[in-house]
């Protein structure tokens, strides 16, 4: 069994927390066992509640995701009001009779 370095363990993990990567998707990619990267998310978030700084870096990482859900979200909706507003103008635009 290879031992992995633990810079590639808090990689696997920041992916997970940070960026909301699934751990099938982490799995898959590095070839670590799914019980395993639960395992260092978890202990990852054990350390956090007894250092200061790793929570404090724990809660940003967690509001980065957050935000960059948000984002997606605001950016689907405000691409659906767009294509609402050229369709309604459109419309609107060929109800005008120009004779």
């Known amino acids: 069994m290879t031992r992995i370095s633990d810079e590639t363990r808090r990689k696997v993990v920041c992916a997970h927390i940070q960026d909301g ?4 998707s982490l799995v898959a990619e590095c070839g670590i066992s ?5 395992n260092w998310v ?3 978030r054990e350390e956090c509640q007894n250092n200061d700084e790793e929570k404090s870096q ?3 990482m967690e509001e980065l995701r957050r935000l960059r859900r948000e984002k ?3 950016e689907k909706e405000n691409s659906f009001l767009k294509k609402q507003w050229h369709s309604s103008r ?3 635009i060929s109800g005008i009779s120009f004779t």
């Open 21 to 24: 990567r699934t751990i099938a």
């Open 34 to 38: 799914r019980s395993t990267v639960f």
């Open 42 to 44: 978890r202990l990852y």
């Open 58 to 60: 724990l809660e940003m």
């Open 72 to 74: 997606a979200e605001l």
């Open 90 to 92: 459109r419309e609107s």
